[in-house]
């Protein structure tokens, strides 16, 4: 995704906006939902659709059922788009979730619906797969039992984790 600089008090100045930052907690992580509802208006704007958070929710709000179904499939294809490859499911559902939140704040319940993605376009992965030897493989247990900066719980866990490697 591309950063940009972006004035999010200047989305404080909408009503729908600023009624939903009020319920939402201090600290940096409202700055940050600030800065997805920025990203998906801006994206908006690319796609030629209404950018105005006060029209969308009213939209919504005066529609039917319809009208939040496509407002939903027009987030899903925002989330699970181009936009976000290369990255992965917890960056995408954290987007997904926090416009999911402005909408229902402002009484705008969106279906649920999961969202689905090529997870092969992403370039990050969760796990780290080594392959390592058995000998040291055993001698890396042994320096992490013997050590007095482990504490017996991961001691535990580094003994089961060998006992069922064996």
Not at 158 to 163: D, F
Request: aromatic share 10%; net charge positive.
């Amino acid at each position: 995704m591309q950063r940009r600089r972006v004035d999010i008090d200047g989305l404080l100045k909408y009503d729908k906006v600023d009624f939903w930052v009020g319920g939402l907690k201090f600290g940096s992580s409202r700055k940050t939902t600030l800065y997805h509802l920025a990203a998906y208006l801006r994206w908006r704007e690319t796609t030629k659709l209404e950018t105005n958070p006060d029209l969308i929710i009213q939209a919504c709000l005066d529609g039917t059922q319809k009208t939040l179904i496509d407002h939903l499939r027009i987030l899903k294809s925002w989330v699970e788009g181009e936009t976000f490859d290369g990255s992965d499911r917890l960056t995408r559902d954290k987007y997904y979730k926090d416009i999911r939140s402005f909408y229902k704040h402002n009484l705008c319940d969106l279906p649920s619906s999961p969202l689905r993605f090529n997870s092969k376009s992403t370039s990050r992965t969760l796990g780290v797969k080594v392959d390592i030897p058995a000998t040291e493989y055993l001698e890396f247990a042994r320096k992490v039992v013997s050590s007095r900066e482990c504490s017996v719980r991961d001691k535990a866990i580094v003994m089961v984790m060998l006992h069922y490697a064996i």
